[in-house]
């Protein structure tokens, strides 16, 4: 079979009952983009809390929490993609 045949063609019938819908499938999105968004808030309370823990108690910020910071600046950019 070429490519574009075996791109259009089902690996199998779906159940007897079961009508396909490819055109406009149920999802879940909106759960994922809701617990990412809680999940995210908390990391950034968490990550705040560390970083002025690490400036103000131990007046020593290492590498290790700028690449803590630089990992939450950069998993903002989850919750964008998943709209």
Known sequence: MTPDMLANTPSMMPPDGVIPNFINPPTHSHWATA????????????????????????????????SALAAGVRSQDVLISLD
């Open 35 to 66: 617990v990412v968004g809680v999940f995210l808030g908390l990391m950034l309370v968490m990550l705040s809390a560390r970083l002025l823990c690490r400036a103000i108690v131990v007046k020593n910020i290492g590498i290790d929490d700028w």
